[in-house]
Nanobody
Framework: VYLAESGGGSVQAGGSLRLSCAAS????????MAWFRQDRGKERDAIATIDSDSTTNYKDSVKGRFTISRDNAKNILFLQMDTLNPEDTAMYYC??????????????????WGTGTQVTVSS
């Protein structure tokens, strides 16, 4: 599967953005999907995952503010980001892993990655 993110940009603190990740190829509906982010000098960090059955999980720092969802009919992954703050500034990546259940997976299990979309939040 090939992935391409869109929807990043610059926003003021308290604002919202919606990221999309279009998937091409086969198998999207049966894959664990995730959003990672990476700021300069820091490790790539998983912030939200969604199983093939749409079970979701979030990093504590984004819980209640971000919502991950998927449209299996259109092969698209979304990340709705609300109440953004400057600490959310990073490059955001979508990723796919060849398992239906995301439990226990870490970055090295994800074998398909997009090229990233930049999110910048100003105070």
């Amino acid at each position: 599967v090939y992935l391409a993110e869109s929807g990043g940009g610059s926003v003021q603190a308290g604002g919202s953005l919606r990221l999309s990740c279009a998937a091409s190829g086969y198998g999207f509906r049966d894959m664990c999907m995730a959003w990672f982010r990476q700021d300069r000098g820091k490790e790539r960090d998983a912030i939200a995952t969604i199983d093939s059955d749409s079970t979701t999980n979030y990093k504590d720092s984004v819980k209640g503010r971000f919502t991950i969802s998927r449209d299996n009919a259109k092969n698209i992954l979304f990340l709705q980001m609300d109440t953004l703050n400057p600490e959310d500034t990073a490059m955001y990546y979508c990723a796919a892993a060849p398992w239906r259940d995301c439990s226990g997976l870490v970055w090295r299990h994800f074998n398909a990655w997009g090229t990233g979309t930049q999110v910048t939040v100003s105070s």
